[in-house]
């Protein structure tokens, strides 16, 4: 009886540490993506709320999007925008790009179903535009990242500094995008895989310093100023407030 019990103990102590891995969830399950500066994450399961932060606020456009399958054909698992007058703001509750860190990371699952050679913003930082996704239908049809922003002042009298990385991307097609920034580099992946990276406060041959700010509202399916509009699914969006590497970008990929 006492060897059984020692047994049993045993197997009690280890089961519990093989579980003590990081945060779970309701169910005690621990989420297969990264948790550490997770600021809103949004499943789109019949849903456009984050699922992480109930005081994240999102606002749908008065004609709002609907509902459509995700990348493995499950119905009302991704949000659908069909290019007529549909976006949602969302406002963070907390910033993703700040003092003292200069980091962050957005990450989403997109489906790009515009085909009449248009170039659509399907995410833009509200205010300039100064982090967006945009597509671009024209053959080869593409996707890209776009870090804008300011720079202090100086005596070649430059003021604001804008980047972009294209990349390929098949319409209506499903394909995984990610940028992060840190108080470095600026980078842009598809597919788990970095297609670029930026230098920031990089201008040609000069080198100039980056005035950091803080983002919270994003459009999502238009451009910022809302009267552009995206045609396609968005699914598994993330805001992060650090710059996620590259296992950690190919977890989210794989997830």
């Given amino acids: 009886m006492k060897n059984t019990l020692k047994i049993l103990s045993t197997i009690a102590l280890i089961t519990l540490m093989s ?4 945060e779970v969830d309701d169910f005690g399950i621990e989420p297969n993506y990264p948790t550490d500066g997770l600021v809103a994450y949004f499943p789109f399961n019949r849903s456009w709320e984050d699922v992480i932060n109930a005081e994240t606020v999102v606002i749908p456009s008065v004609n709002q999007p609907s509902f459509g399958e995700d990348q493995d054909g499950n119905s009302g ?3 659908y925008f ?3 007058d ?3 703001v969302i406002e963070l509750v907390s910033e993703i790009v700040s003092s003292p860190a200069h980091q962050a990371t957005i990450a989403m699952w997109i489906r790009n179903d ?5 170039r659509r913003t399907l995410l833009a930082e509200r205010t300039l535009s100064t982090m967006a996704f945009t597509t671009d239908s024209e053959q080869p049809s593409n996707v890209s990242s776009n870090y804008n922003y300011l720079v202090e002042d100086n005596p070649d009298g430059v003021s604001a500094i804008g980047n972009s990385i294209v990349a390929g991307n098949e ?3 499903w394909t995984h995008v990610a940028i992060t920034v840190d108080d470095e580099f600026y980078r842009f992946y598809v597919n788990g895989n970095l297609i670029d990276e930026n230098i920031l406060g990089q201008l040609g041959d000069e080198q100039y310093i980056p005035i950091f700010q803080a983002y919270t509202d994003f ?7 809302e009267d552009e509009f995206w045609r396609g699914n968005v699914d598994e969006l993330f805001f992060y407030d650090r710059s996620l590497d590259e296992g950690e970008i190919e977890k989210l990929y794989l997830r």
Avoid at 19 to 22: H, I, L, P, S, V
Avoid at 114 to 118: K, P, R, S, V
């Fill in 82 to 84: 069909d290019g007529n």
């Fill in 86 to 88: 549909q976006y949602l």
């Fill in 77 to 79: 698992a991704s949000i």
């Fill in 171 to 173: 319409v209506g097609v």
């Fill in 19 to 22: 579980c003590d891995t990081g």
């Fill in 114 to 118: 515009i085909t009449a050679d248009l």
């Fill in 219 to 225: 459009v999502l399916g238009a451009n910022y100023q």
